[in-house]
């Protein structure tokens, strides 16, 4: 059987022009930092710093490795997976079995993690007031969903879906955003939290860049407003050959 075409690799821009990849990398994490209100978690992504090390140093100090000794997963990974789950309301049996960790130690981590972190357990308790009261969550933008399923099963979707579709509809907004004031990008797709569109290769230069990057800036109402940054990669070749480049070297 032949192999399966590499996808990314087959989605080129048009001739004579140049594909670009603007991600929301790490936006969940940062919408729940900011419905939990939580400085530390804020000042970190303010401040541009690797929220996975930073969590790490938070929770085990100098024991926390980066990279830890070649295995299927690194420290980070695991912590990555727990810090995740976590924040969904994962429970013991669950994270156990995803990390490979007993459920004694998984409960000593979400101890660990919601005594650094009390204003996300306080989020959970609001989401779960909502959904056991009204049945349903709404997100900063003011979309809601309703549920119709028992309430005490709802929380680990309830918090998922606020910082989940926050990020969609960011991504949306930008969408609409670019199409309104760049009529020389051409839109091609969304996924999730990323946007795909070409532009004329004429317009590779830092001026464009600073456009497109001011198009792509939507506010998300918080009382501590939060703009997520938009990550970029570009290709003259295709979608698969996208490299990241930080907007300072293209603007």
Same mark, same amino acid.
């Given at each position: ?5 590499n996808?990314?690799?087959? !989605?080129?821009?048009d001739k ?15 919408v729940v930092?900011?419905e939990?209100? %939580?400085n %530390?978690?804020?000042?970190a $992504? ?6 996975? %090390?930073?969590?790490?140093? =938070? ?13 299927k997963? *690194?420290m980070r990974? &695991? ?6 789950? *976590?924040?969904y309301a @994962? ?5 156990? @079995? ?11 981590f979400?101890?660990? #993690? !919601?005594?650094?972190?009390?204003g996300?357990? &306080? #989020?959970?308790?609001?989401? &779960?007031?909502?959904l ?8 900063? $933008?003011?979309?809601?969903?309703i549920? $119709? ?8 979707k309830?918090?998922? #879906?606020?910082p ?22 051409t ?6 939290d =990323?946007?795909v !569109?070409?532009?004329p ?5 830092s001026a ?7 198009s792509?800036?939507? @506010? ?7 703009i997520?940054p938009?990550? /970029?990669? /570009?290709?003259?070749?295709? #979608?698969g %050959? ?7 070297e293209? *603007?």
């Amino acid at each position: 059987m032949k192999p399966l075409p590499n996808v990314r690799k087959l !989605f080129m821009p048009d001739k004579g022009h140049i594909l670009l990849d603007c991600d929301l990398s790490g936006a969940d994490a940062q919408v729940v930092a900011w419905e939990a209100n %939580d400085n %530390d978690l804020k000042q970190a $992504f303010q401040n541009g710093l690797d929220i996975h %090390d930073h969590n790490g140093k =938070s929770l085990w100090g100098d024991a926390y490795q980066r990279d830890a000794t070649p295995r299927k997963y *690194t420290m980070r990974d &695991e912590l990555k997976r727990a810090v995740h789950g *976590t924040n969904y309301a @994962a429970g013991l049996r669950t994270l156990s @079995a995803t990390l490979g960790w007993t459920q004694q130690a998984v409960g000593s981590f979400q101890n660990a #993690w !919601f005594r650094l972190h009390p204003g996300i357990r &306080e #989020w959970h308790r609001r989401v &779960e007031r909502d959904l056991q009261t009204q049945r349903r969550v709404q997100n900063k $933008f003011g979309y809601r969903i309703i549920y $119709f399923d028992r309430p005490q099963n709802l929380l680990p979707k309830g918090l998922a #879906w606020i910082p989940q579709s926050t990020v969609a509809i960011v991504c949306a907004r930008g969408a609409q955003q670019l199409y309104k004031h760049i009529p020389w990008a051409t839109i091609l797709l969304q996924v999730h939290d =990323s946007l795909v !569109f070409q532009i004329p290769v004429h317009r590779d230069n830092s001026a464009s860049y600073r456009e497109l990057r001011n198009s792509l800036r939507v @506010a998300i109402p918080y009382d501590d407003e939060l703009i997520i940054p938009w990550g /970029l990669a /570009l290709s003259s070749k295709s #979608w698969g %050959d996208v490299e990241k480049k930080s907007w300072s070297e293209v *603007t």
